[in-house]
């Protein structure tokens, strides 16, 4: 059941490099993450160089901490394994501490690894709410438990990346075991048009395109958004051709005409 979950880092499709913008998270985490997961043994010599097990990437949503986490695990050469509370509630239900137990067993086994909370504030949100079921309070502690259990032999390089949009709803014992905290904000005018730049780099652009225009007139744009709104401008041509070809169709038939032939299949007319 958990297999499904996990990503090796051929078939995790995400590199730094489509990532526009964001350098200075992209370069604390290549410190952070990467090297300890790659070269280890660099960093079990003293107190305040050992791997940090957590780093916590919080900020408005679609700003890209899913790329970035998947990024981590590629250039790492890590397996992804992306759990989060949908994953519980639809597959695990009642089974939260199992299924804990589980991600944790199998990233050790697999390491390196990445482990990637999503939403970790639906999951691991604040202790004392009252509401709260009681295996929700146990899969918390299961959490936490193996969380700590992680080992930073070079067999077991297990990472737990989580993020969030909601850092203040988090629990104090997860946020102090996630010492490294990185803002992933909006971007401004440049970086949005450096992401412009990347979502389009194999884009057939006309001649007349100015990204840095683009970019002057997303105010508030995250980098979700930016991508949604060239999806939709990609498509404006198709459907240009399709409005043009009803209406041709239309004044055939009105003047008594054939319909003008379909330069696509038979079947769309
Ligand atoms: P949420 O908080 O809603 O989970 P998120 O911060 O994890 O969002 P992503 O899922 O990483 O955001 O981004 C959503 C999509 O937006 C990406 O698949 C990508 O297409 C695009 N995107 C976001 N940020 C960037 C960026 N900096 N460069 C290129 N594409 C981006």
Redesign the pocket.
Request: no cysteine; net charge negative; aromatic share 0%.
């Given at each position: 059941r958990l297999l499904g979950d996990v990503i090796p880092p051929s078939d995790i499709g995400v590199t730094f490099d489509?990532?526009?913008?964001?350098e200075n998270v992209k370069d604390t985490l290549k410190e952070l993450v990467m090297l300890p997961l790659q070269r280890p043994e660099l960093f079990c010599k003293g107190q305040l160089t050992k791997p940090c097990k957590g780093i916590l990437?919080f900020?408005?949503?679609?700003?890209?901490?899913?790329?970035?986490a998947k990024a981590v695990a590629t250039e790492a050469g890590a397996n992804f394994i992306n759990i989060s509370m949908s994953s519980i509630t639809s597959k695990w239900f009642g089974e939260g501490e199992k299924y804990v137990k589980a991600v944790f067993s199998l990233a050790s086994k697999i390491a390196p690894s990445v482990i990637f909370v999503?939403?970790v504030d639906s999951m691991l949100g604040r202790r004392e709410n009252p509401g709260e079921h009681e295996a929700m309070r146990k899969m918390k502690n299961e959490f936490m438990v193996n969380w700590d259990g992680l080992r930073t032999k070079d067999t077991e390089r297990v990472l737990v990346l989580a993020?969030t949009?909601r850092p203040f709803d988090l629990d104090e014992a997860v946020i102090r075991r996630l010492p490294r905290r990185l803002m992933?904000n909006l971007?401004d005018a440049a970086n949005r048009a450096k992401?412009l730049r990347?979502?389009l780099a194999k884009e057939d652009l006309s001649p007349g395109v100015d990204l840095d225009s683009v970019a002057s007139m997303t105010d508030g744009y995250?980098?979700?958004d930016?991508?949604n709104l060239c999806v939709t401008a990609a498509h404006r041509p198709i459907r240009e051709i399709l409005e043009k070809e009803k209406k041709d169709r239309e004044a055939a038939l009105a003047e008594g005409r054939p319909p003008p032939a379909l330069s696509g299949s038979a079947d769309i007319r």
């Open positions: 489509d990532i526009g913008a964001l990437l900020g408005p949503p679609g700003t890209g901490k899913t790329m970035l999503d939403e993020a949009n992933v971007p992401i990347v979502i995250s980098g979700s930016l991508k």
